[in-house]
């Protein structure tokens, strides 16, 4: 015991013959005599009672006024609204909570009660009141002026007679659980929009242009969506484990200067987040030891992984001037549109796939297709030759229709050879070109090949071609001295053309870049990354003569990006 004295109501009717009973109770409880069952009621209304000391007579009064009064404290309690309505939308009674609401709501409530009340009616069997069909509740979505959201329970009440007489209704406020569920289908729609445009419309724009119109609808849709202004996207280079920067907004370019691995400990938040792949709320980043610089005067900070097949790819990091500015809510929102966010940027890769991949199918079909037809050109070509002994005229036509099939055939087999060749490389006789001539261009390209074609090609246009077998060397050559123009092939065994293009824009800003890849997918994300810092094109193999000189003159003329 505490030392409370436990308190006892004694009805005045009680004490009659008790008295001595009633004075051993005041030895060890607080009593309190009530002369009438109403004033007990009252009191038990508004005072806590450990025992009641009544005449058998009066128990029964007094037990239901103890469940009326508990009933009204449990309705009076619980976080839902309550009330009773009638046939005509009056409200005969109604709880604290529904007391609480405004009267538009009290009156969007009470015509959806007498709407819910006729249903009801419609409905009534008398014969059977109790079976399922007619005592089924009702749920209903309330909508206040677009400005909050009720979800309601009607239930019908049924006299013995089988008729509804009033309907009870239970309400809750769903405006935050509403408003969620409308964000992440927002969300949802925005996503399936940048997936879709990136499939589809996007086809027909260079990789440069799809990752500028990609990267202006992901801040577009952070900011109107998630309200998000300041933020980065990192994809995860896997060779170097080393997150790469792609997309961001209103960050500092010394916080997106910092080089971050996907390692739990000493890269930031980004790195264990890439190296983990569970997402990171940051709610102070004075108190959290694996926050790094980032926003300038940045209180608190969220950090989700870029998942794709359930493998990170990369991280989405947003921070905020505010302590405490994200909770899960914004945690779920960024993780889903993170989702979607991995897939566009996969399908820029990806259509890299296609288009090689396609070429390359394609080359093989015709040569399969064309061989025959082929064949049976330059036969009958040869037949006719010896029929038109003399006819010098005719046999140079006929001699000119077997060397292009000669030509044609040589041309389809070098395409179906795959990316090692030059298409029309052998063609080439070469004239001074004012574009090209007295240029310094780079090639770097591990296939011996491909890379002295492409330096006589330019050679014979007036350039001056220096051709590297690696990237080491081509960032050799690109540390002593400076070029016009830099042609690197994306995929070579030290280095990728990534780290090229990054030496050759650091070292020489103005210096223009193609980049060139035969193997389909970019898992280091080099055209994505490059396409986004000043990136001329991408050159995919094989192509043609026609190709490289186009977008060689193209580079040259145009000033790069810086």
């Given at each position: ?7 006892v ?38 005072d ?72 009801f009616s ?26 909050q ?32 569920q ?61 997150l ?8 500092p ?19 264990y ?95 399969s ?37 000669a ?13 090692n ?13 004012p ?48 070029f ?13 053309g ?46 043609k003569?026609d ?16």
């Open positions: 015991m505490d030392g409370k004295r436990n308190k109501l004694v009805l005045s009717s009680a004490s009659t013959g008790n008295s001595q009973a009633i004075d051993s109770l005041r030895v060890t409880c607080e009593v309190v005599e009530i002369p009438t069952i109403d004033q007990a009621i009252e009191a038990l209304r508004h806590q009672f450990s025992a009641i000391f009544s005449d058998s007579a009066d128990f029964l009064p007094l037990e239901r006024a103890l469940v009326s009064q508990q009933a009204n404290l449990i309705l009076n309690t619980i976080g839902e609204g309550v009330c009773i309505v009638d046939d005509e939308a009056r409200c005969n009674w109604m709880n604290k909570k529904m007391q609480a609401w405004p009267a538009r709501v009290h009156e969007k409530i009470r015509r959806t009660c007498q709407e819910a009340f006729s249903l419609k409905q009534t069997s008398p014969q059977h009141p109790d079976s399922p069909a007619f005592s089924r509740s009702k749920r209903y979505v309330l909508n206040i002026d677009d400005q959201f009720l979800e309601m329970i009607a239930s019908p009440v049924i006299n013995p007679a089988g008729q509804v007489v009033q309907v009870v209704a239970v309400v809750w406020d769903a405006t935050g659980t509403r408003r969620l409308q964000k992440i289908d927002a969300i949802d729609r925005a996503g399936r929009e940048l997936v879709r445009l990136e499939s589809e419309a996007l086809s027909k724009l260079n990789v440069g242009q799809r990752l500028k119109l990609l990267e202006e609808k992901i801040i577009a849709f952070t900011k109107e969506l998630m309200h998000f202004d300041h933020f980065a996207i990192r994809l995860l280079d896997r060779r170097a484990n080393k790469e920067m792609v997309i961001s907004s209103g960050l370019n010394d916080a997106l200067n910092i080089d971050l691995f996907a390692e739990t400990e000493g890269n930031g938040i980004s790195g987040v890439a190296a983990t792949g569970r997402s990171y709320i940051c709610p102070d980043v004075e108190r959290d030891p694996r926050y790094v610089f980032g926003l300038d005067q940045a209180k608190s900070s969220l950090t989700v992984p870029l998942t794709l097949h359930d493998r990170v790819i990369g991280i989405f990091n947003i921070e905020s001037r505010q302590r405490a500015a994200f909770n899960e809510d914004d945690r779920q929102f960024a993780e889903i549109f993170g989702r979607y966010v991995a897939i566009a940027l996969n399908i820029l890769d990806l259509m890299v796939v296609e288009r090689v991949s396609t070429s390359h199918t394609v080359a093989d079909t015709v040569c297709e064309a061989a025959g037809p082929l064949n049976d050109i330059s036969s009958d070509a040869n037949s006719l030759m010896e029929q038109y002994i003399g006819h010098e005229e005719l046999r140079q036509k006929l001699q000119q229709i077997i060397d292009n099939v030509s044609v055939r040589k041309c389809l087999t070098q395409a179906a050879e795959g990316p060749t030059v298409l029309g490389a052998g063609q080439v006789k070469g004239e001074q070109d574009v090209l001539a007295g240029k310094q261009i780079l090639v770097a390209d591990d296939d011996p090949n491909i890379r002295a074609t492409i330096g006589d090609i330019l050679r014979k246009y007036g350039a001056v071609a220096t051709v590297v077998g690696n990237a080491t060397e081509a960032i050799d050559q690109l540390e002593v001295r400076g016009d123009l830099l042609i690197s092939d994306i995929k070579m065994p030290d280095k990728t990534y780290d090229v293009f990054a030496v050759g824009r650091r070292k020489h800003p103005a210096i223009a870049v193609i980049l060139m890849t035969g193997f389909g997918y970019d898992p280091n994300h080099t055209i994505v990354r490059a396409s986004q810092e000043g990136l001329q094109a991408v050159l995919f193999k094989p192509f003569v190709q490289l000189l186009g977008e060689v003159r193209k580079a040259l003329q145009i000033p790069a990006a810086r």
